[in-house]
């Protein structure tokens, strides 16, 4: 499927996931380095296959009588770790401001840069490598659990040299990285809103 877009100009994404028993790091990194988009585990409740759905598609309807409840609140489990962003929010409850959205804001500019650089360094080995490691710390003080993971197989690949599909792996980091992107801005929205 992958290969395909790109030999069609990758102007359409087509959504993948996977679905699987296997938990480890090495299997995680094995979906994602496939082109998968998610990883939906086994064994997984309607309500969770619902949910992953909502993310693709404006109306679920249902499976199995259970309605899709996507909650800003919630993002889906693989995108992001609530537990470091809520050890954002007591630091900021203690603190005062508007860290969150500062801490946010950062991640967005400096990912989009480091992405930038990666574009641009795909023949250096040494550069992808540093780069991928920049924004899996980024992202893994937000909790943005599937891009650090993917970034931490991109790290590895590209620090040994291993650089024949980086413009592929770059584009499909990109695409994890404006998924995290856009789960945190919509919990900061619903934030918000709690808040008026």
């Known amino acids: 499927i992958r290969q395909y877009e790109m030999q069609r100009g990758g102007s359409r994404r087509t959504p993948v996931v996977a679905l699987t028993a296997g938990k480890t790091e090495s299997e995680k990194e094995r979906c994602y380095a496939s082109g998968m988009d998610r990883i939906l585990f086994k064994p997984y409740s309607t309500n969770d296959l619902n949910g992953l759905l909502s993310n693709y598609f404006a109306s679920v309807g249902q499976i199995e009588r259970a309605r899709a409840q996507k909650s800003a609140a919630t993002p889906p489990v693989d995108i992001l770790d609530l537990k470091a962003l809520d050890n954002i929010r007591s630091i900021e409850s203690r603190a005062g401001g508007d860290l969150l959205a500062a801490v946010i804001e950062n991640f967005r500019t400096d990912g989009e840069r480091k992405l930038a650089e990666l574009r641009e360094g795909l023949g250096d080995a040494s550069a992808l490598g540093a780069g991928a490691h920049a924004i899996k710390s980024m992202s893994l003080n ?48 619903q934030d918000k809103e709690s808040v008026e």
């Open 142 to 189: 937000l909790g943005a659990k599937a891009l650090s993971q993917y970034c931490r197989y991109c790290e590895s690949r590209w620090k040994t040299g291993e650089i024949d599909n980086a413009e592929r792996e770059v584009e499909h980091l990109a695409t994890h990285f404006s998924d995290a992107a856009e789960a945190l801005e919509e919990l900061l929205s």
